[in-house]
């Protein structure tokens, strides 16, 4: 990264996933991988080696649109790949996830985490004790953070539960098709 920023349209930018989008279909595969940028792209490409390079497509912050063009394309098959970040947004129904229009909903994250079932107020230290501690969800700048706070053994419990929301707003958009989420940690450990 360069650290510029470089303003563009979102119209251009969402004709520009649409010409990936159809290339990706003109390639011939019945899946097509979308992912918000070259580092979940990245993670997400070795679960698919035998996919040709014009069948991942970067959605930016556009989801649902990226969707509704699988959806009009006939895609079969629609893997998604999304960083926490972008999934929380996501899972609360924001499928524009730009920080112009969603915001990460705190209040929302700390549902999620009850309903997931994460003790976020202990965690067992390795000489057989255990420390109390508490995490302030307010306290939070990034959504990412929580990958560190929340206990390795519950993990897949939140990915889980933030999944499931994510697939009640995004499968609508997806009608005749499959679609797979894949929830990605900083460490490119991937959660379905």
Sequence with gaps: MSGIVKPFSEEAFIDSIRK????????GTDR??????GKSERFVKALYPTLPQQAFVEY??????????????GFKEVTLGVMLGKA??????????HSRKSTMNKT?????LNEANCPLGRRTLANNGSQEFSINISQLSLARELWDLIPVQQRQSFAD???RHCAEHCKPLLPNGNLTILLIDNDGHIYE
């Design 60 to 73: 930016g912050n556009y989801i649902g649109e990226t969707l509704k063009m699988a959806h009009e394309l």
């Design 108 to 112: 929302f994250i700390q549902q999620m």
């Design 32 to 37: 097509v991988v979308i992912n918000s940028g």
């Design 20 to 27: 990936c989008m159809t290339v990706a279909k003109a390639s």
């Design 88 to 97: 929380v947004k996501l899972a609360e129904g924001q499928l524009d996830t």
């Design 161 to 163: 539960t933030v999944i």
